[in-house]
């Protein structure tokens, strides 16, 4: 598992509104890329559009191409839905299904009739899922209990159980932590690091320790104003651009000038 994301000279549109422009990039599997930049600058619709959830929204669209191990996924014949069982997606505020238990909430992308699993397999699925979220200890005399009465930081973990129990090649993240306290932060941090031997992992961050602490790779985005496209500034090694960035613009964000 964990496959290599190559985006070239990707556009996305929302109707006739030109959102972000001109992204080209690789994205290397078994490590983690971080993507920063202001609000409104365009982060979290170029995320959508690696696992085709920007298409979703009507009039929503990209030109170019995204390659994962070489293969379009936006070629002709390409199933969307399975494009998202490849390539997961965690968001900023953890979403479990409300009136569905733990052990559901885990199992709730596998597609459990037509693989025929008997209830040892998912038993065994399960365990594995939260047990690669770091979840596993703290739930386990619980199961069937749901997965709203868990704390933020551990919905959170049950999220990522979810997204990882479906076996995607990649994990795309947006903000997972802006919801969380200091301590489930750092647990969520750790088990990326964690995760990065397994899979492909983009986060989307406003905090730029967060960035520095757990990416291997950083995208710096920046927008020109109000009603521009959002644009790729700088990509490169996250201490080279938290460091000595080759853009004036990334040195000014990154430093806190402005933002
Ligand atoms: N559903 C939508 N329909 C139309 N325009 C949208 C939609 N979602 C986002 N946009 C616009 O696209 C641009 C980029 O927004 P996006 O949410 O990707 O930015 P972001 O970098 O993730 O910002 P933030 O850091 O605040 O989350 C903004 O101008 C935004 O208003
Ligand atoms: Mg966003």
């Known amino acids: 598992m964990s496959k290599r994301i190559e985006v070239n000279d990707l556009n996305v549109y929302y109707s006739s509104f030109l959102a972000v422009e001109?992204?080209?990039?690789?994205i290397e599997p078994?490590?983690?890329t971080a993507f920063i930049g202001p609000s409104g600058c365009g982060k979290s619709t170029f995320l959508r559009t690696l696992n085709r959830m920007?298409?979703?929204?009507?009039?929503?669209?990209?030109?170019?191409?995204v390659l994962l191990d070489g293969d379009d996924l936006y070629g002709p014949g390409v199933d969307p839905v399975l494009v998202r069982r490849q390539v997961g997606m965690v968001f900023q505020r953890p979403n479990p299904f409300p009136t569905m238990s733990i052990r559901e909430n885990v199992?709730?992308?596998?597609?459990?009739?037509?693989?025929?699993?008997s209830k040892s397999d998912t038993d065994d699925l399960a365990e594995r899922?939260?047990?690669?979220?770091?979840?596993?200890?703290?739930?386990?005399d619980r199961l069937d209990k749901?997965?709203?009465?868990?704390?933020?930081?551990?919905?959170?973990r049950l999220c990522i159980a979810r997204a990882i129990a479906v076996s995607p090649e990649v994990l795309l993240m947006d903000e997972p932590c802006s919801a969380l306290d200091p301590i489930s932060t750092l647990a969520i941090e750790d088990l990326i690091d964690e995760l990065k031997q397994e899979y492909t992992i983009v986060i989307v961050t406003h905090n730029m320790q967060q960035a520095s602490r757990v990416s291997d790779r950083t995208a710096f985005f920046n927008i020109a104003g109000t009603g521009k496209p959002g644009k790729l500034i700088e990509f490169d090694d996250t201490k080279k651009i938290f460091s000595t960035p080759a853009?004036?613009?990334?040195e000014d964000?990154?430093?806190?000038?402005?933002?």
């Open 247 to 250: 853009e004036k613009a990334t």
């Open 30 to 32: 078994r490590s983690v």
């Open 253 to 259: 964000y990154v430093s806190g000038r402005f933002g």
């Open 22 to 26: 001109g992204v080209s990039m690789n």
């Open 146 to 156: 749901p997965g709203s009465g868990l704390s933020g930081g551990q919905q959170q």
């Open 107 to 117: 199992l709730a992308g596998v597609n459990l009739n037509n693989r025929k699993l």
């Open 129 to 140: 899922s939260l047990s690669g979220a770091n979840l596993w200890n703290e739930v386990k």
């Open 54 to 65: 920007h298409e979703v929204i009507p009039g929503a669209r990209v030109e170019g191409e």
